[in-house]
């Protein structure tokens, strides 16, 4: 969770700066990111104490080739603000504005690809607990980048933080015990199936995907998938089990919660996990593979630690920390592997098994070893 990701003694020395550029995308498109709120209007928020309607934050990631490039915030200002308190409470002396400062590339095209005229496969992304959709966006724009059509979700009281465009924020709760992720994966599973909802209404996708006004055919509807980091990976995998909308999915080293662990899926799914989890530490795994009966796949990411999943690893490498400090990170939350290493090795892995949901097509990543990622290993598969 990220009330506990820095939880660790030691201070960032870090000197201002108007910007910190982040890692440009790898992929043949550049990516249009837009920000809308949704409201379930047939949903009463469980955790609103004036029982208000299931309100939830989203950002869509569009691929586009043309237009010019600019570079754009990577945190609205109060959430910006907020991650600088959060961060300073947890031990760090960060420079006033540090959140602020970062920033990523960003297509201002109004026009889709001409290569979107088949339509760009929907992917549904979730968060971890505790985790805003935002510290993600650098991976997630990498993967558009590729030809998807990317929305991420944040769960409000879920997350740290949502800022929704009239500038109100929700700040998140606690979740700890088994009951309260139970509770939390229910809803997180009703906030995905009522996004590809809205993702499928002529009206509603309109405000998610700007872009589709003067595109009507620019998404691809009939092969969505859906995937997510921690209890995103979990709420990916019960997602699927009670919505058949469905093409595949993808579990970022989570736990498994819900009654998927129990009964599986027939449906393409990949277990992806940090260096020390598999199916032999984690029983949710276990009997979920051998419940499942579609294609299924098993990685293991080697140098790699839970918050690895994430953009976290290319925050931290963009401040100006000791080395001592960056060690201590390495060790507790992101690994050794590298930041752009792990960016570009998730992409990869990523993206392979989306086209295989969306077009039926596979690839060396997902059947052997590779010589150009070793490492990834592949701890089990059947097809």
């Known amino acids: 969770m990220m009330r506990t990701i820095l939880c660790v003694a030691f201070l ?5 700066s108007s910007t910190i550029p982040l890692p440009p995308s790898t992929g043949p498109c550049n990516v249009r990111l837009h920000a809308s709120e949704l409201v379930d209007a047939s949903r009463t928020d469980p955790y609103d104490p004036k029982r208000g309607k299931r309100a939830i934050m989203v950002t869509s990631f569009t691929p586009t080739a043309c237009g010019s490039v600019s570079s754009a915030s990577y945190f609205p200002n109060a959430t910006a603000t907020f ?24 297509q201002l095209s109004q026009q889709p690809s001409s290569a979107s005229r088949g339509g760009y496969p929907v992917v549904l992304f979730s968060p971890a607990a505790g985790m805003s959709r935002l510290v993600y966006t650098v991976l ?6 590729y030809g998807f059509a990317v929305v991420s979700v944040d769960h409000p009281h879920d997350a740290n933080i949502v800022e929704f465009p009239d500038g109100r924020t929700v700040i998140g709760t606690n979740i700890s015990t088994n009951a309260q992720y139970l509770a939390a994966l229910n809803v997180r599973v009703k906030d995905m199936s009522f996004l590809l909802d809205q993702i499928q209404n002529d009206s509603a996708v309109k405000e998610i995907f700007p872009l589709s006004k003067a595109s009507p055919n620019l998404l691809s509807l009939h092969r969505a998938s859906i995937f997510g980091h921690s209890l995103g990976g979990a709420t990916a995998a019960q997602t699927m089990f009670v919505d058949d909308r469905f093409a595949g999915g993808i579990n970022l080293d989570g736990q498994l919660w819900g009654s998927v662990v129990d009964k599986g899926l027939a449906k393409p799914f990949v277990l992806f996990g940090n260096s020390n989890h598999t199916q032999a530490t984690d029983p949710s795994w276990s009997k979920f593979w051998s419940k499942s009966r579609g294609w299924k796949l098993e990685l293991k990411l080697a140098q790699s630690k839970h918050y690895t999943f994430s953009d976290f690893p290319v925050l931290v490498d963009a401040l100006s920390i000791s080395e001592e400090a960056r060690q201590v990170v390495q060790t507790e939350r992101t690994g050794t592997i590298g930041a752009v290493r792990a960016k570009n090795v998730i992409t990869s892995y990523v993206t392979a098994a989306l086209k295989y949901f969306a077009y039926g097509t596979s690839c060396d990543l997902l059947s052997g070893p590779s010589a150009s990622f070793p490492d990834v290993s592949i701890v089990a598969s059947k097809s």
């Open 12 to 16: 960032v020395c870090l000197g201002h």
């Open 83 to 106: 991650e600088d308190e959060f961060f300073q409470a947890m031990g760090l002396a960060l420079a006033p504005g540090t959140f602020k400062s970062f920033h990523i590339e960003t």
């Open 140 to 145: 997630l724009q990498d993967i558009a980048s």
